[in-house]
């Protein structure tokens, strides 16, 4: 009878993260091989498996003593906590057997069985600090020289790998985590998260959100895995969170946010994209290993000038401020309609030519601007006389241009209700016309919330639909309403609005579904036939 050998990871401890082939594993081998403490973490698993434990530092032995016992033919298992192909016993085991001479084929059968490394399970213990390009390093120099190690953390650290450390810190070795520390922060900000998990899933389990400057003055041991961000991981409501990507984007007033994931495969969310970086003028020589490096370090410099700015001296350090997509809307006024020459100068010089100006149905020309500096962008807008406004689910006027301003009696009420509420942060974006005549040629009817000034007072009109093959205007549910309560009015409902919609749902949704909002009442006003809608793109 031939013996087979299972090299197993069985996760991080506790038998819910165990895999079922593990577990079938371990049930149905003879002997079960591993270092002590693994063993005590799987016995009750066992059904009568004879057990050989032995101490930590007896690997190799417990790797031979394991093919001993396959080639006599035996079922032996040999257990690893996590993943038995990290720094676990599988490498060991084909060292011992590939040094017998064994071959795949004739020899005894081995099977590596998966488990939930501590990488992994430490991660989710976080929330989500992995997500990116990330590494492992081991900080257990007994195997292998200090000096690689360092080179390997330096690497590591330079490009902006996430970075787990195994095996940080025991009893004896006690400086190499100190000096890991060291060598981290030539690179990166001293408040670089930091996650510290002790026990994963065992009984023990202890979790440490810190940060590089401040990791050392906790607990780090044996069983403990850490974790350091890279440069765009941050911290939310105690997780640590690595961004998909890097770019970011915010808007005014607004803390800087990981794009949503459908903005993230935009052109111009990606300025260091290889294609986009075409104008890069690359010389390539000879198609010698040399000429190839080169090309490889100019586009390298190349990347990072997109991204920080900085240019010849280009440092080492990744830690100056990733630029960030800003995203705002300028438009000349709430009434006023006419760009001047300086305000289209200012747009040009502030946009450059990475950034994008959008010409947009809502009276205002949307930017994206890349820049680590969105105040003095703001500053200059604000020179240039701009109105700005944020973007998102936000509130915002569209007014007329009270027939170039002629008709300019409402004019102050559109100002005052931009000033009250424009920009205000809402379940979805909501859009308030105001028009300043009957003729109501802006379209204030076909909006969110529609106001338009007639004899003195105004007509309110809610709920239009305002796209789809179902479009429809709003209701007029009041006429004649005093320029004085108006304000107040648009602001209730606003104000209820905010607080009852659910997350994303539209105003005339919101309408809809409520019936009664301040007092007016939605009426049906469902077309005979039925109207399909068309998903964009249809
Ligand atoms: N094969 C294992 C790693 C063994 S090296 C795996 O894939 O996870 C031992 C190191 O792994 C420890 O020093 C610690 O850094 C990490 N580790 C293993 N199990 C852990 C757990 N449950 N919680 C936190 N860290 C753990």
């Not at 003095?376 to 807008?381: A, G």
Request: net charge negative; proline share 5%; glycine share 8%.
């Amino acid at each position: 009878m031939k013996g087979k050998l299972l090299v197993i990871g069985f996760g991080p401890g506790d038998y819910k993260h165990i895999t079922e082939r593990a577990r079938e594993a371990i049930q149905e081998s003879d002997i079960i091989i591993g270092y002590k403490t693994y063993v005590d973490l799987i016995k009750g698993l066992l059904t009568g498996q004879q057990l050989i434990s032995t101490g930590m530092t007896e690997e190799v032995s417990r790797a031979q003593e394991a093919v001993k016992q396959a080639e006599q033919g035996k079922k032996v298992a040999v257990i690893s906590s996590g993943d038995a192909g990290v720094y676990g016993m599988a490498g060991l085991v084909y060292e011992v057997l590939i040094e017998k001479g064994w071959k795949k084929d004739s020899g005894v059968e081995v099977e590596v069985i998966p488990g939930i490394s501590a990488i992994n399970s430490c991660a989710a213990l976080l929330g989500a600090p992995i997500m990116h390009d990330a590494c492992t390093i081991s900080l257990s120099d007994h195997l292998t020289p200090w000096k690689l190690i360092e080179k390997r953390i330096e690497a590591a650290a330079q490009a902006d790998f996430v970075i787990a450390l195994y095996n940080p810190k025991s009893g004896r070795r006690t400086r190499q985590i100190v000096e890991a520390q060291r060598i981290l922060l030539k690179y990166r900000l001293p408040e670089t998260p930091v996650g510290l998990v002790k026990s994963a899933y065992r009984d023990n389990q202890n979790i440490v959100m810190t940060n590089l400057q401040d990791m050392l003055d906790h607990e780090i041991g044996m069983l403990t895995t850490v974790i350091i961000g890279n440069s765009s991981t941050f911290f939310y409501d105690d997780l640590m969170v690595t961004p998909r990507g890097y770019q970011r984007k915010y808007t005014l007033n607004q803390a800087i946010q990981p794009l949503k994931p459908h903005q993230r495969l935009q052109k111009e969310a990606e300025p260091w994209a290889l294609e986009q970086t075409d104008n890069v003028k690359l010389k390539k020589k000879d198609p010698v290993l040399l000429s190839d490096i080169e090309t490889s370090r100019a586009l390298a410099e190349e990347a990072l000038q997109l991204i920080t700015g900085v240019g010849e001296n280009i440092s080492p350090i990744v830690n100056q401020p990733i630029q960030s997509i800003f995203e705002l809307a300028v438009s000349p006024g709430v009434a006023n309609k006419k760009f001047t020459p300086k305000q289209m100068l200012t747009l040009a010089e502030i946009t450059g030519e990475e950034g994008v100006m959008e010409y947009t149905p809502d009276h205002s020309i949307k930017l994206q601007i890349l820049t680590s500096q969105p105040d003095e962008i703001v500053q200059k807008l604000k020179d240039a006389n701009f109105l700005i406004s944020p973007i998102g689910d936000v509130l915002s006027v569209k007014a007329c241009d009270f027939c170039d301003g002629e008709k300019k009696d409402s004019i102050p009420y559109a100002e005052e209700l931009h000033e009250r509420l424009g920009g205000m942060e809402l379940p979805k974006e909501l859009k308030l016309g105001v028009n300043g005549c009957g003729m109501a040629c802006y379209g204030a009817v076909k909006e969110d919330i529609g106001l338009v000034y007639r004899n003195g007072a105004f007509d309110l009109f809610l709920g239009a639909k305002t796209v789809g093959r179902s479009a429809h205007p709003g209701q007029i549910v009041a006429e004649g309403i005093g320029p004085d309560e108006i304000v107040g009015l648009v602001e209730r409902i606003v104000q209820e609005y905010k607080q009852k919609a659910h997350p994303n749902e539209r105003f005339y949704k919101f309408f809809k579904r409520v019936k009664q909002v301040q007092g007016f009442t939605y009426q049906d006003i469902t077309p005979k036939i039925k109207i399909e809608e068309a998903v964009c793109g249809e």
